[in-house]
């Protein structure tokens, strides 16, 4: 893609995104513009960032340097633990307070748009990176908020036009921490003791340059690379002591699932998912974890011997509903990679030394209550988001991506709360076909990481209805007790949400968080109003 052409296809979204914007009720564009350009005397910053997006050399792995894209961060006012410079490609850890009102100045210096969003986060729709703000080179936009989320992990990334996939993984992305006063009475491990584990998959070529290619199978499938990269770097050791740890894992991968597990059998102890803390710890024989999903372990090295080591691995499982079926399908669902057939090395804990004390795991985290249908604002309503699949792309609600159009089912009274209903449109269609709908129905059935802008929403239910070894694989690895961002969606299955949409008006996306799904155009908008 060069430069040319990316700026004459931004300069046709603003110009379209101007004059469609004129349309939507109670948005004014040129107000709009203005606002992103200069900070808000009334907004009293306790934080403030430099953050740059632009081209740099690192080192990731023994070699040539590599050619990335990288978030540079500068802390400009606040305390000084709020930018946290990671080595290798991924931005800064950036490390908030509940309640701390954040100013950052991002400056593109890519040579192509480029535009940030909070993953995660709850804030306005001008602040919260929609595609049709992207900013071209040489341009800066200002992003204000206050930290309404509780204590937990979130990220930021690139969410630009057709182009996250190839952003995120050139290096566009990094690490938010949230704590607030709930999270700090339970002395959870900190410093040293909290480590983020940022996963990500990477092809490289012989002079060590990311590698992004898509042939026709991951174009359905999303970019798959060969070499898993932790925190940026290829070195996946990762020396600690005889105590407990909070970890802090984020698949930050493009389209690659995880299903992580211990090599030990040790099941694996949940503290913490996308929207933060659960109410009590809870432990899986594993996890599945999608793009954009977090989790938080809780890993107690405690009694284990000096030398020896721990290894996070992503087990096999059947990603497709095919698994059995016969001839060309069974064979296009694994060529496709939709599952993963082998057991991955994903980082290796090394017990580097002894220490006598070690925290313990508290029995109750936080307080949280379980929302339910009697919650809705109106509980005989059902929100669709429809997985479709028309002209070999992925649609939701029988559309692709349109900047700022939404339909009559897309929209949502402000402050509400929403039945969500995630389902696959013209279900079983994939099952049992011979033949030509061998691709379709591969496609069909894969997995997809569906995630909704906004306010974290809780899950009410999973129903796979059909009888599915596959789903079998990976069932045991859901945690839907805490609150979520982003939700796996398996083949077949029905998933349904509940979502506050408090607050905010405007233009709030929902898409496919593999993201070559979405820059296909796997994303639509909400318009709340
Ligand atoms: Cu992680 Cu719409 O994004
Ligand atoms: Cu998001
Ligand atoms: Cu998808």
């Not at 939700?487 to 929902?510: A, D, R």
Request: proline letters at 6%; one cysteine or more.
């Amino acid at each position: 893609m060069t430069h040319i052409d990316n700026s004459r296809r931004q300069f046709l979204h603003y110009a379209a995104a101007s004059a469609l914007a004129a349309s939507l009720p109670g948005f004014s564009w040129a107000e709009d513009r203005e606002m992103r350009q200069t900070p808000n005397p009334a907004f009293n910053a306790d934080v403030e960032i430099a953050l740059t997006a632009q081209a740099a050399d690192v080192s990731i792995r023994p070699g040539p340097q590599t050619h990335v894209f990288k978030y540079q961060g500068k802390l400009l006012k606040g305390p000084p633990e709020t930018v946290k410079v990671l080595p290798g490609y991924l931005g800064p850890i950036l490390n908030f307070q509940h309640g701390q009102k954040v100013r950052i100045f991002f400056y593109n210096e890519l040579p192509e748009p480029c535009v940030t969003h909070w993953h995660g986060m709850h804030v306005p729709q001008i602040m919260d990176g929609h595609p049709m703000y992207a900013i071209l080179k040489g341009e800066q936009y200002i992003y204000e908020f206050e930290v309404k989320n509780p204590a937990g992990t979130n990220w930021y990334h690139s969410h630009t036009h057709e182009l996250t996939a190839t952003q995120v993984y050139q290096g566009l992305a990094g690490l938010i921490t949230i704590s607030d006063e709930h999270e700090q009475k339970l002395d959870l491990p900190s410093g040293e003791y909290d480590i983020p584990l940022i996963i990500q998959d990477r092809s490289f070529t012989s002079s060590n340059q990311f590698r992004y290619m898509l042939g026709m199978h991951q174009r359905m499938t999303g970019f798959m690379g060969d070499t898993l990269l932790i925190n940026g770097q290829e070195n996946g050791i990762i020396p600690v002591k005889t105590r407990a740890y909070r970890i802090r894992v984020l698949n930050g991968s493009n389209a690659r699932i995880y299903k992580l597990g211990w090599n030990d059998g040790t099941p694996m102890t949940a503290i913490a998912t996308d929207g933060g803390l659960l109410q009590r710890p809870e432990t899986f024989p594993y996890i599945m974890l999608a793009p954009a999903e977090r989790v938080e372990l809780w890993v107690d090295f405690s009694g284990r011997e000096v030398g020896s080591e721990l290894i996070l691995q992503s087990l096999p499982y059947q990603g497709s509903a095919h698994r059995g079926m016969g001839g060309g399908m069974g064979r296009m669902g694994m060529m496709a990679g939709v599952g993963q057939n082998e057991t991955l090395s994903i980082a290796r804990f090394h017990i580097a030394e002894h220490v006598g004390e070690s925290p313990k795991l508290p029995a109750e985290l936080v307080a949280m209550r379980r929302l339910t249908l009697k919650d809705c604002t109106d509980s005989d309503k059902v929100v669709p988001i429809a997985i479709g699949m028309r002209h070999m792309g992925f649609q939701l609600n029988g559309r692709t991506f349109d900047m700022l159009n939404y339909q009559a089912a897309e929209k949502i009274p402000v402050n509400t709360i929403q039945r969500i209903r995630i389902f696959h449109e013209n279900r079983g269609m994939g099952r049992g076909m011979g033949g030509g709908m061998g691709g379709m129905g591969m496609m069909m059935s894969q997995p997809h990481p569906i995630h909704l802008h906004g306010q974290q929403f809780q899950i009410l239910s999973r129903r796979q209805p059909n009888r599915d070894d596959g789903y079998d694989s990976v069932k045991e690895g859901f945690i839907t007790s805490g609150w979520k961002d982003t939700v796996l969606v398996m083949p077949g299955e029905e998933v349904e949400i509940i979502k506050p949409f408090n607050e905010y008006t405007g233009l709030f996306l929902y898409h496919c968080h593999n993201l070559e799904h979405e820059d296909m155009g796997m994303m639509r908008n909400f318009f709340v109003s």
